[in-house]
């Protein structure tokens, strides 16, 4: 298992942009997929983008597409969540998570055994 930090997070109005970063210490993400999830209020935790730290492949959820990217900074240790055009529907307390995944199942919360304590991002309108 990996240690995970999640920050950025905040509030901020709609049409903002911000952008969480997930990092580890004492140890890297070599071999794993990092993955971010949210938890809107009153609503399951669900999937939002994952990227594999070794390799290009990347993806986020549809509900974001076009509006969120997924990207890494290997010197840093450091994935990063770029949300642009922020909605009111995507206030939620966002987390990191490091797994292994398949990718044809890399949306399965499950297959995530290391997680971070999670961030909370509040868009208003």
């Known amino acids: 298992q990996v240690q995970l930090l999640e920050s950025g997070g905040g509030t901020v109005k709609e049409g903002a942009s911000l952008r969480l970063s997930c990092t580890t210490s004492?140890?890297?993400?070599?071999?794993?997929?990092i993955g971010w999830f949210r938890r809107p209020p009153g609503n399951e935790r669900e999937f939002v983008g994952v990227?594999?730290?070794?390799?290009?492949?990347?993806d986020v959820a549809d509900s974001v597409k076009g509006r969120f990217t997924i990207s890494k900074e290997i010197a840093k240790n450091t994935v990063y969540l770029q949300m642009n055009n922020l909605k009111p529907e995507d206030t939620a307390v966002y987390y990191c998570?490091?797994?292994?995944?398949?990718?044809?199942?890399?949306?399965?919360?499950?297959?995530?055994?290391?997680w971070g304590q999670g961030i909370q991002v509040t868009v208003s309108s």
């Open positions: 998570a490091a797994g292994r995944p398949i990718w044809g199942s890399r949306s399965q919360q499950s297959l995530y055994g290391s």
């Open positions: 990227i594999r730290w070794s390799g290009g492949n990347n």
């Open positions: 004492g140890s890297t993400f070599a071999g794993y997929a």
